[in-house]
């Protein structure tokens, strides 16, 4: 009986461990009865790597932050596209979280934030928009990526805890899955490999796009853009001259890599982004250096003149032509996009069902990316546009709450820490700061306002604010304490 009695109390003190077990005993059984039994090892392996992620489940965030950028390369089954390790990685960590939370019976401290009231907000919004919508399927798909989005915002408050992950960690996991992502695009671009690049029509022949380890050129270059301010910061903090030259090829690559998105979006976001670099990073250049950073600045702009092909600046000049293919469809994305707001201007038509508005709309088979069935679908390209025909006012009215919280956390962050002397910790909230302006900027024409670095930044902002209110002096790498 006592033997029985302390295998119970095993049982309950370890339920993960016992489930995973069981798990992979009946795995294992169906697989020996297939015809490729060596496949039987698997679940064995990638048990070992899931107890390794719930013994450090912080890892795992971080390994999930790397891939962002690489979700081209992350699927598991051609067949099922939607089963991706990103998925499995994230479900296993929020699992793990559970549990923690079971055994001490307690919250972490780190989920503190004055945004959840206004998160909390926005979902309401969203169901009782669902609840009235003529398409329900869709606004309930678009409402689930919207609650996945708000378990990122919470796994980031849990595990960036500490300085050292919010200052070192993190800054350096997404500047080398952003910049793998353009070294993808690079040898793409050189060796005309399709895998990191993609055709534009309707001069397929002359202009490829680049993509990196991403699905699309235009998610890809946010991707870079956000990276860009994380990689000045690393660059103007580093402590040798190796460590600057270093990341100062990493940011001429991002940049590199931007342009060769053929994204003009980005190319103006870019544009915006280096001038509030350079107002950011001034102090750092010291009068007799101004000479020498003009003379950069020329070579710099000729170098670019004579290596960026032809049809870039071709592209980039056609956005003044209403005759351009992209100028006609966004125009009428807008169009369609104040159409169905009027029709429901309070709560929307549901969350993410601009796409049928559009393809139910006379402009759906005029728009010379449309030609049949599906492919009348067409997202708004501005994200702004998407929450207020899916949400209506309200929807937006909190959106833009949140992204003023935020805002201001980062702003209150910077002023606290910089009031203090941590002029290091400073640095790395405005970097963050510019990196989330950098997404609000291009959501202008891009429709995910479900973004991962989105929510992830407005998690950011509030773990800026914990880690200025600290007492000077404390460790680097100790953890958050209490947000008051």
Known sequence: MGQLEALRKEVVA????????????????????????????????????????GRYPQAGFFILVFMIPLDAFTGLSAVYPTLTIPKFLGFWIVLVAFFAVLTRKKWPATLRSNLWPALLALLIVCFLSLLFSENRLVALDNVRKLFVV???????????????????????????????????????????????????A??????????GAATDPNMFSLMILFSLPLVAHLLFSAASARKRLFWGGVFLLEITTIILTYSRSAALVLCLLLLFLGIRYRH???????GLVIVGLLIGLIAVAVMVPASYWERHKQVLSRQDTSVQARLSYLIVGRDEFLRNPVLGSGLGTFEIAYANSKYAFANPYDLSGASARRSAHNAYVEILVGTGLLGLGVFLLIIGLAWRNFQKAAALSRAGGHLELTSIILAYQLAFTAILIHLLTLSRFNHKYLWMSLALSQVALALARRVPGTVTHERILPAE
């Open 14 to 53: 370890k339920p993960l461990l016992w489930i995973a077990v069981m798990v992979l005993v009946a795995t294992v059984a169906i697989l020996l009865t297939t015809p490729y039994p060596v496949l039987a090892l698997l679940p064995g392996l990638c048990l070992v790597a899931l107890l390794m992620l």
């Open 150 to 200: 708000m378990l990122i915002f919470g796994l980031t408050l849990i595990y960036v805890d500490s300085e050292y992950a919010f200052g070192t960690l993190l800054p350096k996991v997404v500047v080398f899955g952003a910049a793998l992502g353009a070294v993808l695009s690079l040898i793409g671009a050189l060796f005309g490999i399709s895998w990191f690049t993609m055709s534009m």
């Open 202 to 211: 309707p001069d397929a022949a002359a202009i490829k796009r680049a993509t």
């Open 284 to 290: 750092h250049f010291k009068p007799r250096h101004v």
